[in-house]
């Protein structure tokens, strides 16, 4: 046969093909989480190390061994490991060390409520890649290793946030677990709180999602012409509220989208954080999310509803230091762009960061042990820099009363 008679492919898709095509898809997803995130549990924490534990804390090693092996202390000792002194720590350990030892301000309880106002925090961004949901995770982690109590809400229907939560969004999640039920009935018994879970991670919960929450996008725009008084855009505000006496922050992911949800968080949060990758076509995405979100709030204004935000913080993300990037150059539109919103932290890339994201992890997610302490330190010090730079934001208002 020449090669002018082979067959061509058969390209043509009905959509009755599509319903047999995902179910295929779905499977073989399924196959895939198990085999990365088998045997269950499927997630643990990290364990610390009793140097990771002296950086948390600020204090040197030589005292956390005296204090872990005191006779009568309250604190946890952790374990003997190997030979010598050395101790490892579980993730609950390091969190109560952190808020007994180290000098970081923590927030009173008062009859188990805290007396301040938890803060919400977004992270919004329109381009695919961008590390958002990454930087959500690393962020309420990174928050939490300061002694905060943080919940993450998932406003994204691929649910890609409550997978780094350990959950599989289609196995261990239905409609009914995410805020989807809130948003149909704003008066459902337990509010908001009823639909939050713990996670892995200790002092960390979740509100999880799912690929319904896409229903939201029509039942919001419904009931606002329905009811002209409906205001969509405050049912999450609403909802969070009573959920601030409980935790320090609240973390809201969303779809890479202006959706009716996302418009919710951005109305919700109190402060917001842009992940950008210093590519030229992240940077032009960047600029289109302003000028839609700035029409979108031309709009509330003109209708008496305004906000302030605490900041707005732009990040940049998955940052190549090599010769031939292009980060220098972006990195200089975004100064010129954002000006003081642009962080001076800046998270590097990394082959830890892929391999985590592989398996559902984060870079927080490893222990020392787990790849080469370097190549860890490199990306997690940024980011251990950058959440303390959000919480010494909000511990001055809390110290200030507010």
């Known amino acids: 046969m020449k090669m002018s008679e082979l067959p061509g492919i058969e390209r043509h898709v009905k959509l009755s093909d599509l319903g047999e095509f995902a179910e295929r898809l779905s499977l073989m997803t399924n196959e895939l989480r198990e085999q990365i995130l088998a045997p269950r549990p499927r997630k643990n924490a990290p364990v610390f190390t009793i140097g990771e534990l002296s950086e948390l ?23 003997a490991h190997g030979t010598g002194r050395a101790r490892i ?35 919004a961004n329109f381009k695919g890649g ?39 969004a289609e196995k261990d999640i239905t409609w009914e677990d995410t805020v989807l039920p809130f948003i149909y009935d704003p008066n459902i018994e337990g509010g908001l709180g009823s639909k939050v879970q713990t996670t892995y ?41 009573p959920l601030r006496a409980q935790y320090d922050y609240i973390i809201l992911d969303t779809a890479p989208s202006l959706s009716y ?23 032009i995405s960047s600029v289109s999310f302003w000028s839609l979100f700035a029409e979108v709030a031309n709009g509330f204004v003109e209708h008496e509803v305004d906000k302030t935000y605490d900041f707005i913080s732009v990040l940049l993300s998955k940052v190549d230091y090599g010769t031939t990037s292009s980060a220098p150059v ?48 490199r990306v997690k010090q940024p980011l251990m820099d950058y959440c303390k730079w959000i919480d010494d934001q909000y511990v001055a208002q809390w110290r200030a009363g507010q």
């Not at 290793?145 to 780094?164: T, Y």
């Not at 990394?350 to 992890?361: D, E, K, P, R």
Request: hydrophobic share 40%; glycine share 8%.
């Open 57 to 79: 804390c600020g204090i040197d090693r030589q005292k956390i061994n005296y204090l872990a092996t005191k006779e009568g202390g309250d604190l946890p000792p952790g374990q």
């Open 89 to 123: 720590f579980s993730l609950q350990d390091v969190r109560i060390w952190v808020q007994q030892v180290s000098d970081i301000y923590q927030t009173p309880l008062v009859t188990g409520t805290r007396e301040h106002r938890g803060r919400a925090l977004i992270t």
């Open 130 to 168: 961008s590390c958002k949901t990454t930087t959500s995770m690393c962020i309420a982690q990174g928050l939490s290793l300061r002694g905060r109590k943080v919940l993450v809400i998932d406003l994204d229907p691929q649910a890609s946030l409550s997978e780094l939560c350990g959950l599989y």
């Open 201 to 241: 991670w200790d002092g960390l919960d979740v509100i999880p999602a799912h690929n319904y929450l896409h229903d939201a996008e029509f039942h919001l725009p419904t009931a606002q012409k329905t009811n002209p008084g409906f205001e969509f855009w405050s049912v999450l505000r609403k909802g969070i509220e």
């Open 261 to 283: 949800m996302t418009l919710n968080g951005l109305m919700a949060a109190d402060s917001m954080v842009m992940p950008l990758v210093p590519e030229s076509l992240d940077f």
């Open 330 to 377: 972006v990195r200089s539109w975004a100064q010129r762009a954002y000006g003081d919103w642009l962080h001076t932290s800046e998270i590097p890339a990394s082959s830890v960061m892929s391999n985590g994201a592989l398996a559902f992890s984060t870079v927080f997610d490893l222990s020392r042990s787990d790849a080469v302490t370097k190549t860890l330190a």
